[in-house]
């Protein structure tokens, strides 16, 4: 999948954004069908990590695509995968609950 990018942050930014995701759904999955409070409390944790993580992500993209803007397909695309676990994330706490 690397080849299909011209700039090592796009590439790490859908790497970040899938393995998030994952994560997110696996932690999810497991504490509901094990119903396990511990999992309920490492997911919070792991949202509030993901938030920072995610967020300095998005602003490198956003570097990113300033100093290569001609590129503009590559880099908004990689922005809007990388954000669109905001809604993913809020649907999941509110399942969770």
């Known amino acids: 999948m690397k080849h299909i990018f011209k700039h ?3 590439y790490t930014g859908v790497i970040l954004a899938i393995a998030s995701f994952t994560i997110g759904t696996l932690l999810l999955l497991a ?3 094990t119903a396990a409070e511990d ?3 490492l997911g919070f ?3 509030c990590l993901a938030v920072i993580v995610n967020t300095l ?3 490198v993209l956003l570097f990113n695509a300033i100093a290569n803007y ?5 880099n ?3 922005i809007a995968g990388t954000l669109v676990n905001i809604p993913i994330t809020l649907l999941y706490m509110e399942i969770a609950l």
């Open 31 to 33: 504490y509901k069908i």
């Open 8 to 10: 090592t942050a796009n």
């Open 70 to 74: 001609k590129d503009y397909s590559e």
């Open 39 to 41: 999992l309920l409390i």
């Open 45 to 47: 944790y792991y949202t």
């Open 57 to 59: 992500m998005v602003l």
């Open 76 to 78: 908004l695309g990689t």
